[in-house]
């Protein structure tokens, strides 16, 4: 549609009408003059010459147009750009998928580079057969497609004393959802025989960090997969490329990257990233360990602070949802900050431990609105308020915040982070 400053159009029924009038407007044909872009009903000037070839990009990009669309990183959070963290766009996403160019990285030592025929796994331990793994050997290897959401446990992090951040790039962009390509770790596992005593893997990244993990073998045979390519492509060097530890539903940091060795051990190891870090510690002062699940979260990603509303009318409310312990059951939105909730629409996939896209459609004519999501999952979990996560955890933690999220709408359209009582 042309440029409107009538809000009224936006709403279904004038929308329909309002298509109708500008057929007519067309065969009446627009004066240049009062439309000095030659934009349609007018023949526009990109339709007036050719445009560029095939191939002119081999590896294709967004429009110049989509420039904004890009991670951020936030200066002030850490002291250099090799151990920290830039956030997912997720405003301006739609759908379930993250694009590869755009997925959240976060990285410990800066990005290792590989080359794929260098490329080696080891595992032993308490194996029968020790065995070194070429990315070429795990190619040859039966494979599986999985999409799934990967979570940082210190997303929303930074809210736990109150709001902190506008927008929900920084306040929620720590998570991505990618299909991934690789073969159950399993398999591996079962080509090395684990012995009888082995309970634990350590789980060790080949960047400078050596980031590693303790990693139970109940969940290693379950459904953890050693992934080479997200999206069809190969993995991106941010996302660990050629090899990752994919480990459904639980926090990133275990999502070991550039992965080298897989240690069977008849206990976890208490490493650093899961003691130092990656503990929760409580308002008791005592620290929760091995907190690896991330539970039910949502967040409504337009309309928010980098997404304000730009006209009134009707409006598409939309956001993402997801839980690590299974697949989205329901989320429910409220216009008044929980008073009154209202069940959204889910559209597309449903997927175990993988992000749904949510819906709900309402009429605004400019009073306040403090918007809100609730998600629930298969469980029966149900996000909590952040009151009622405080009241359990206290304010010590850094990790695990999955509380519900209050955007507050303001009379211009404008959207500010905010919590309510
Ligand atoms: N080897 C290695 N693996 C790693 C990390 C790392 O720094 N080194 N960071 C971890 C953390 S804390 C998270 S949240 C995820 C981030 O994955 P991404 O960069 O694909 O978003 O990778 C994890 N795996
Ligand atoms: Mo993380």
């Given at each position: 549609m042309t440029d409107s400053n009538d809000d009224t159009r936006t709403s279904r029924r004038r929308f329909l009408t309002g298509a109708a009038g500008l057929a007519a407007a067309g065969a009446a044909g627009a004066a240049r003059a009062e439309n000095p872009k030659n934009l349609p009903p007018n023949v526009a000037d990109w339709s007036k010459h050719l445009g560029d070839g095939v191939a002119v990009r081999p590896y294709g990009h967004p429009s110049k147009f989509e420039k904004d669309v890009i991670r951020r990183d936030?200066?002030?959070?850490?002291?250099s750009r090799e151990s920290s963290v830039s956030f997912t766009p997720l405003h301006e996403l739609d759908g379930i998928i993250t694009p590869n160019g755009l997925c959240f990285e976060r990285h410990h030592s800066g990005i290792a580079e590989i080359d794929p025929d260098d490329y080696r796994l080891i595992l032993h331990g308490l194996v029968d057969r020790p065995l070194i793994f070429t990315l070429e050997n795990l190619k040859r290897l039966p494979r599986v497609n999985r999409i799934y959401f990967l979570e940082c446990a210190a997303n929303s992090g930074m809210e736990w004393r109150g709001a902190q951040l506008n927008g929900c790039q920084y306040t929620h962009g720590m998570i991505h959802t990618v299909q991934y390509t690789g073969v159950p770790l399993k398999l591996l596992l079962e080509q090395a025989g684990v012995k009888a005593?082995?309970?634990w893997l350590l789980v060790e990244g080949g960047d400078a960090s050596g980031l590693d993990r303790s990693l139970p073998l109940s969940k290693a045979l379950d459904d953890c997969l050693v992934a080479y390519r997200q999206n069809g492509e190969m993995l991106r060097p941010e996302q660990g490329y050629p090899v990752r530890l994919v480990v459904p539903g639980w926090q990133g940091n275990i999502w070991i990257k550039w992965l080298r060795r897989i240690e069977v051990g008849d206990q976890p190891w208490y490493t650093r990233e899961e003691t130092a870090k990656y503990t929760d510690l409580m308002e008791n002062g005592k620290a929760r360990k091995f907190t690896f699940v991330m539970d039910a979260k949502s967040v409504i990603?337009?309309?928010?602070p980098q997404a304000p509303i730009r006209r009134k009318g009707f409006q598409v409310i939309s956001g993402l949802a997801w839980s690590g312990r299974g697949k989205i059951k329901r989320v429910d939105v409220s216009l008044d900050g929980g008073r009154n909730w209202r069940t959204a629409r889910i559209d597309g996939p449903v997927l175990d431990k993988c992000c749904v896209r949510f819906y709900a459609e309402a009429e605004w004519n400019g009073e306040p609105w403090l918007l809100q999501s609730r998600a629930m999952d298969e469980t029966g979990y149900t996000q909590p308020s952040k009151d009622a996560l405080r009241k359990i955890r206290g304010v010590n933690s850094i990790y695990h915040n999955n509380g519900i999220q209050t955007w507050a709408l303001k009379a211009n359209g404008e959207v500010e982070n905010v919590e309510v009582g």
């Open positions: 936030v200066q002030w959070l850490t002291a005593t082995g309970k990603t337009s309309p928010s």
